[in-house]
């Protein structure tokens, strides 16, 4: 009998390791989308004359700050300045 078994390993079926890793990969996009959400606040006390150089306005921060604690605020706002940069 070897060490690692395959049995259940094409049914679909995923194992404690995957598991695992399943969970850690979402911990660290929760604490990803925390630590952008922070910067996202910080960009919320800059002056409106930096943040139209990024193409933002302070109203975009604002709506991007009051999306669901659990989306990141600086997917909104690049997508924002981008589209204003196309115009």
Do not use: F, Q
Not at 17 to 38: C, D, E, F, Q, T
Request: charged share 30%; glycine share 6%; proline share 2%.
């Amino acid at each position: 009998m070897s060490v690692i078994s395959r049995e259940g390993a094409c049914d679909g079926e995923i194992g404690w390791a995957g598991r695992l890793s399943i969970a850690y990969a979402g911990l660290l996009a929760r604490v990803k989308a925390l630590r952008n959400r922070r910067a996202a606040y910080y960009m919320a006390d800059l002056p409106d004359h930096l943040l139209a150089d990024i193409g933002l306005k302070r109203d975009d921060v604002h709506a991007a700050l009051k999306a669901d604690w659990r989306e990141d605020p600086t997917y909104v706002l690049a997508r924002t300045a981008c589209r204003r940069r196309s115009n």
